[in-house]
């Protein structure tokens, strides 16, 4: 019987099939495993056909329907693994297949495809534009280096010809993985021998053959990270049922180099925008660390409860030894600093919420008869006071203010001052806290001794960019400073939560140690040039809080629609083309749970739900934390969409008077850079609500529209 292997090629066209497609696909895998292999090469009913003038001699298509056909690469040794490469349409079958060349690389052993077509059709023109290049970003090594490497001929003639990094990064999509992956780590500027050492003796499977070998079937043994085998027929059914699974914990070569180099000399700092995979760095450098030794333990953190759910999910998709999963603590960084406080400061916090804190300042305000707004007060105690640690009024005198836009002199800052004693006493008077306050306590607690027993060999940070100074002393308290000891994954045009830091300050230098990663995964081009241009007039702040960050060179691999933008002229009628949108999506084969709509408050979200409970269509709320078999719609709002993904995002009233809210937004004539930094985070917000969509993405309003909608129109 014939072994059937799935390239994660596949996995990226079967998840976009529609339904009927899919169930073809199926049928055809399940027809494949019946057959011998001497069955499936006389055609017996799933018409493995050759293809024309493939430069891959080995290249088979299979019918799927009448118009649909799946590529395979079929054993030409004698042996019986068929690898399925794609499912695409008739006439593109047979024009991908003819162009690529599957190779083994002869330094990691793996399997690998280029374009072979496109890059010797490159070559040329290049070569003659290279002779009247200043410089060649690899002319510092030699063939007989590359080679040691894994660099091929036709690959070595092409690398003679880039200029710089941008065109190999243009140049990428046509290369060998593993090729492009080590052309990668020398551009950045790493030795041969930490390229060696980081790509190709990680890639390179200790059982595989000391020699080079065009074995196919050991080529793909050796290939586990791009390469599915499925050695049991239940395997095949329950695979073909949930693909995506693999897409979550998938590292693609431009990641691999960070997730998986042998050590940093410190903290390090990979950033980069939606949907370019930082997530799936951090859990694979969690899979790393803990496979450093055998005593390791690692706490993976992010901001929500919603984002530390999925994270925890992922990584056990990706860690398949239980033991390695007991060593990995994955919460928020609250929850950790509330453990901190219960279990050393032998107290049970009890955090209020932003509203009751403003309450709460409020009163203070009144009380003391201050001029500024609760809304001031609130933030210049989280901005300045709890995010540089300050506490005394002397402090608080000699204390810097940046990104604060109203002046405090001395009386005035004594003024502050009453306040924020008049605050605390306010929530020790009725046994209440902060969360950031609660982080304060547990940064204190976490002293050597305590390190020991509570803190960490390594902590991994997902979503960094919403973490507060505070949070940040926890994380930094966890673990001892030294290589390796914090390693943070973010985008700061996904702030949401109004918090800037400067990680120096707190003891977390990343110089010479950070990566950005540019090529988004996730979601069409389409998609992503439409939602950039919410940001494109505005300037963001890096993750370390020293410069500004920016969206240049951030693309898509992907093509697909454009997105659908449109008004209404009541909400009712937004609503009822919403659903039948929706509805629409459903009958294109799209499963309920792979659809999302989000609005900026909850008061919509319920009229959402009610006309779609109202037409049959199954929903369920995403602040419930549904199972990935839980059916229905997912609901949530905008803040509850961060680190999720679907294949369909619907974005609703996106108003005027919703996105900027402007109850959220603190006045000009209060203080003109909270005022810019407010109207900036809410255009994150709408930004990352855009950015979860992979395939198809809705945005409407009803009456005026968002300002900071990039297109408007009816």
């Known amino acids: ?145 590359l ?49 060696y050492r980081d790509v190709v003796a990680v890639r390179r499977p200790v059982h595989a053959a000391p020699e080079p070998t065009e074995d196919l079937a050991a080529a793909i043994a050796n290939t586990g990270s791009r390469i599915t085998l499925i050695t049991e027929p239940d395997e095949l059914a329950d695979i073909l049922e949930k693909p995506f699974a693999a897409w979550r914990v998938f590292l693609h070569p431009s990641q691999r180099r960070v997730a998986y180099r042998v050590s940093y000399n410190g903290s390090a700092q990979v950033s980069g925008g939606p949907g370019t995979g930082k997530t799936v760095v951090a859990l694979h450098r969690v899979k790393h660390l803990l496979s450093r030794s055998q005593d390791t333990r690692v706490l993976l953190t992010t901001y929500t409860n919603a984002l530390a759910a999925a994270l925890r999910e992922n990584l056990a998709l990706l860690l398949d030894d239980e033991t390695q999963l007991a060593r990995v603590d994955v919460t928020t960084v609250n929850a950790y600093a509330h453990r901190l406080a219960r279990e050393l400061g032998g107290r049970t916090p009890s955090p209020i919420g932003d509203q009751e804190e403003r309450r709460i300042w409020q009163k203070v305000g009144k009380q003391l008869g201050l001029p500024w707004t609760e809304q001031f007060l609130a933030q210049e105690y989280r901005h300045v006071v709890l995010a540089q640690d300050i506490r005394s009024a002397e402090d608080y005198l000699r204390a810097t203010r940046r990104g604060r836009g109203t002046a405090l002199g001395p009386l005035k800052r004594a003024e502050v001052w009453r306040a924020v004693e008049a605050f605390r006493s306010a929530l020790r008077a009725q046994g209440v806290c902060t969360h950031l306050q609660v982080c304060d306590e547990a940064a204190r607690l976490l002293d050597g001794a305590n390190r020991a027993a509570y803190g960490y060999d390594h902590v991994v940070v997902d979503e960094a960019q919403d973490l507060h100074p505070a949070q940040w002393r926890v994380l930094r308290a966890a673990v001892e400073p030294g ?27 990343v110089t010479g140690r950070s990566s950005r990663l ?33 969206l240049s060179g951030y693309r898509s691999l992907l093509h697909g629609r454009k997105p659908h933008i449109d008004g209404h002229s009541s909400e009712q009628a937004e609503v009822g083309a919403l659903v039948k949108r929706i509805e629409g999506w459903i009958s294109q084969g799209i499963r309920p749970a792979e659809i999302a709509v989000c609005t900026r408050f909850n008061v919509l979200l319920d009229k959402v739900r009610d006309r779609l409970e109202a037409v049959g269509v199954p929903v369920v709320r995403v602040k419930d934390n549904p199972g990935v078999d839980t059916a229905g719609v997912r609901l949530a709002t905008m803040h509850a969409m961060k680190g999720l993904e679907f294949r369909c995002v619907a974005v609703v009233g996106v108003t005027a008077s919703a996105v900027p809210f402007g109850r959220e937004i603190t006045p000009a004539e209060v203080d003109r850079l909270q005022h810019e930094s407010d109207l900036l985070r809410e255009r994150c917000v709408l930004f990352v609500a855009c950015t979860r969509a992979r395939e198809a993405l809705h945005v409407s309003w009803s009456g005026s529209a968002s300002p900071f909608l990039p297109v408007r129109r009816r």
């Open 518 to 550: 540019r090529i988004n995964y996730r979601s069409t081009e389409e998609i992503l040039v439409w939602s950039t241009g919410i940001l494109d007039t505005v300037a963001v702040e890096d993750l370390a809080g020293e410069g500004c960050d920016s």
């Open 147 to 195: 080679r040691e490497l894994g660099i091929d001929d036709q690959v070595l003639r092409a690398v003679r010809t880039v200029i710089d990094r941008a065109q190999l990064d243009a140049f990428g999509t046509l290369l060998p993985e593993d090729q492009f992956e080590v052309l990668q780590f020398l551009a950045e500027g790493f030795t041969p021998e930490e390229v």
């Open 483 to 509: 290589p390796d000891d914090l390693f943070v994954t973010g985008d700061p045009h996904q702030r949401i939560y109004d918090s800037h830091v400067s990680l120096s300050s707190l003891g977390v230098s």
């Open 1 to 145: 019987m014939p072994h059937l292997a799935f390239a994660n090629t596949f996995w990226q066209s079967f998840d976009a099939l529609e339904k009927t497609v899919k169930s073809g696909v199926r049928k055809a895998m399940a027809k494949f495993q019946l057959l011998t292999v001497a069955e499936l090469h006389a055609d017996k009913g799933l018409h493995l056909e050759s293809v024309d003038k493939a430069r891959d001699p080995r290249m088979r298509t299979i019918r799927i329907n009448d118009f649909w056909r799946g590529v395979v690469l079929a054993p030409d040794d004698g042996s019986d693994v068929f690898l399925l490469l794609n499912v695409v349409p008739h006439d593109d079958a047979y024009t991908w297949a003819a162009k690529r060349l599957y190779t083994v690389n002869t330094a990691t052993r793996g399997l690998e495809v280029r374009n072979v077509v496109a890059i010797e059709q490159l070559t040329p023109a290049l070569e003659k534009a290279a002779t009247e290049a200043p410089t060649l970003l690899f002319a510092a090594y030699s063939d007989t280096v």
